[in-house]
């Protein structure tokens, strides 16, 4: 396993990293950018591409999707008061929703006083669709990606309304696959070959005995209704210097978003909403691919400056081995038991984690 020679992420990370001679990673070569990039022109670009959609009949001229972290506020802030435009909130229901992401959820929406879509599935059928995806890939989240990547799209063909604003492109800001000057909007593509490991809910139904009434709420829009209806995804972080730590700091001071301390990580920020997403899902993360959010977040601070490679991998070894917290919560919720999960656990580890 080959490791860049700046940051910590491996030649595992799933989203694929390339290296140069001196062993720097595609991800940190790009991050260059960040700091040669006049964004103040590229902020002039991001009104222009907005602008016509002030004009849309429809007074809801955007669909913003939002969960009860991340950057959920900062980017609500953005476009409602920077931009001038006037959102939908949407939100897909994960179903492992913490007291505090409830709290941020229902406070934003008070705050800005917008209209809010929520999509909450039954609750056995996503115990069925985790239990499948746990035990065929060893990842609980597969459903959380597909909804939240899909009921927004579903949304703006129905109500045709056709811009839908993300933060950052993941594929950029973690592993370098595209340029910010690139600016690469939504599609299903990358979808499927990177948020979903390349598994379709409509491939699912082959590979299981998941019914198609199961699985429907997460098929991606027709290539048609997309176009009819004019819908497009633009990110946010092709247009400005993009730095969470920061952003939710703002948001802190700004409109008092709430944060905790979570096991695995020193960020108490981006991931306060979910149950599982800082332990179990972050534990297989680990197993599977040699990393876990630890490194997302150290490698962050090591880009921006903030921290050095070496303090960065005494972070690394303090978290990434800490216990992984809420499993009572969810081998109940699930309804299964410690020796099944460590099961799975053993079938999907990375042989170079085995000793």
Known sequence: ?????????????????????????SGCLIHLEKDKIDWRVRFDKLKKIVKPYKSIKNYYNCIV??????????ILDLVKNKLGLNPMLVNYNTHFNTEIGFRNLNYLRSIFGVPYINLTLDPNKIKKIVGFTLKEFGNIYWH??????????QTAVKLKIPLII????????????HSHLDEVEMSRRYRKNHDLFNLEAEDMLKKSTLSKNDLEPFFYPSDKSIVNSEVRGIYLNNYIRWDSKVQNEMMIN???????????TFDPYQDV?????????????????????????????????????????????????????????FIKWLNIDKKKLNY?????????MKF
């Open 254 to 264: 700004k409109f008092g978003y709430e944060t905790c301390n979570l096991n695995r």
């Open 65 to 74: 999707p939002i969960t009860g972290g991340r950057d959920s506020y900062f």
């Open 1 to 25: 396993m080959e490791f860049c020679s700046k940051c910590t992420y491996p030649s595992s990370h799933p989203l694929k990293l390339t290296f140069n001679n001196y062993k720097l990673c």
């Open 166 to 177: 993300w933060g950052a492109h993941q594929g950029i800001d973690q592993v370098g696959m």
């Open 273 to 329: 909403d979910s149950l599982y997403y800082s332990s179990i899902h972050d534990y297989f993360k680990y197993i599977k691919n040699g990393y876990s959010l630890v490194s997302d977040h150290a490698n962050r601070e090591i880009r921006l400056g903030r921290l050095s490679r070496k303090d960065a991998l005494h972070l690394i070894k303090f978290y990434r081995d800490r216990s992984i917290g809420n499993e009572r919560e």
């Open 144 to 153: 959380c990606i597909a909804g939240q990547t899909v009921f927004p799209i």
């Open 344 to 352: 799975f656990a053993d079938n999907f580890m990375n042989e170079s």
